[in-house]
């Protein structure tokens, strides 16, 4: 927590945010009264403490569903995942998986030794049991995504993921998280919080999933370049490089952080919906579980818009600090619009007038200002708040980074 702090230093509000995170009693979740629940929700801490934070701070009604559809997904994605498994193999389990949810007793024990989420297919009979103790209307959701998830890993399987076009990318996109945002927003209307609106509106639902997606594509460039994956679309990089990895290259810096621009400007592209979305969600829970992963995925398109580190480093990173804060902060649709302004604000204050997307970067950012004034009026008092504790640190005074290194000494010695 004190090199949380120290990394934060400039930054008063996230301090705050952290001091009041590690001072708040945690909320404990005991399933011991049921073994079948309990062991389900080992397996959600154990393969996503994030998913399984904001799973569990969901309404009762809504908790499990949320909980099997992600342990469902997770096990189609670790037999997918895993190049041990041959096609003969891994083709039927992948087409046929919405089937074998419906099987008692159904277990998978061909993943590799080293395969990290292996436990959770050998003991996939659990999950099965959680499965069918759900409400018809959540099985038939979980099992309609996952056929067309699973039919979509078949298909890349085979063939091989080439992202050629920007078609290409959005379809890829799709797949792997936009599929995952229909089916969520229908479970939140079949549950009774939300309109049924929000599961009609899908085209708004998958790019809640593209925009998560396509922030964590740009980012973890390195990181797949380096396991010879390559998602980045050459409809894009292609304009920048003759090979993808060329960009990598210090001779060829500014192609590289114009490419980025571009990249970053094609995900902005999807925030207008994503705000859209999030006005028509209504139930307290079912906002934050949405929102805080949107408000990461901006404040992540801030850090690695101009910087050439993502081409340099892999694990980039928002701060501890940064994170808590952005969770502490996502309670409301006008708050949230703030946040997307603040950070938009900063994207567009970080742009090169020289780079070929400027003017884009520019004209997104601007549509956000004015989406944001128009819809989320509050959200102006909010921004004002959010900045004052955002220029605090900037403006470097002494007494506030004075008071900041003094918190995080006593922090220290407190909870060491």
């Known amino acids: 927590m004190a090199s949380a702090i ?35 929700y080992y397996f959600l801490n154990l393969t996503s403490r994030s998913f399984a934070a904001v799973i569990q701070g969901l309404d009762e009604e809504l908790k499990d569903a949320i909980c099997l559809f992600y342990l469902i997904l997770r096990g189609l994605d670790t037999i997918e995942d895993d190049m041990t498994i041959d096609l003969d193999t891994k083709l039927p389990c992948l087409k046929t998986f919405h089937e074998i949810i419906y099987q008692k007793g159904w277990t998978f024990t061909k993943n ?33 995504i996952t056929k067309r998830m699973g039919e979509g890993m078949a298909h890349y399987a085979t063939a091989g993921i080439h992202v050629d076009t920007i078609e290409d990318y959005d379809k890829y996109c799709h797949y792997v998280a936009g599929l995952v945002g229909l089916g969520l927003s229908e479970m939140f209307s079949a549950s009774g919080f939300e309109s049924p609106l929000v599961a009609k509106r899908k085209d708004l639902s998958n790019s809640m999933g593209l925009f998560l997606q396509k922030t964590n594509i740009i980012r973890d460039y390195l990181e797949d370049l380096r396991v010879d994956r390559r998602f980045w679309p050459k409809q894009i990089w292609g304009q920048y490089a003759k090979e993808m990895e060329d960009l990598v ?11 980025l621009s571009h990249l970053v400007s094609n995900a902005m592209g999807h925030i207008k919906d994503v705000l859209e979305y999030l006005s028509m969600i209504k139930n307290e829970s079912c906002f934050k579980f949405c929102a805080i992963p949107q408000v990461m995925a901006i404040a992540t398109l801030n850090l690695i818009h101009t910087n050439y580190s993502i081409f340099t480093t892999e694990n980039i990173k928002i701060r501890k600090g940064e994170t808590v804060w952005l969770m502490k902060e996502s309670g409301n649709i006008d708050a949230v619009a703030a946040i997307f302004r603040l950070y938009a604000r900063q994207i567009n204050n970080k742009s090169n007038p020289l780079d070929p997307h400027f003017v884009d970067i520019g004209i997104a950012c601007g549509e956000i200002e004015q989406i944001c004034v128009s819809k989320f009026p509050g959200s102006t008092a909010e921004l004002k708040r959010l900045q004052a504790g955002v220029m605090a640190g900037v403006s470097g005074n002494v007494l506030t980074a004075a008071a900041v290194v003094a918190g995080a000494v006593v922090l220290k010695s407190t909870f060491a």
């Open 6 to 40: 120290l990394a934060s230093i400039f930054h008063p509000s996230e301090v705050v945010a952290l001091v009041q995170y590690k001072l708040t009693p945690k909320s404990k979740y005991n399933y011991s009264n049921n073994k079948t629940r309990e062991r389900l």
């Open 249 to 259: 290259k210090p001779e060829n810096k500014d192609q590289a952080l114009q490419c």
């Open 112 to 144: 590799g030794p080293n395969e990290k989420d292996r436990q959770l297919l050998v003991e996939f009979d659990t999950v099965i049991e959680g499965f069918l103790n759900l409400k018809p209307a959540y099985q038939t959701v979980i099992a309609d």
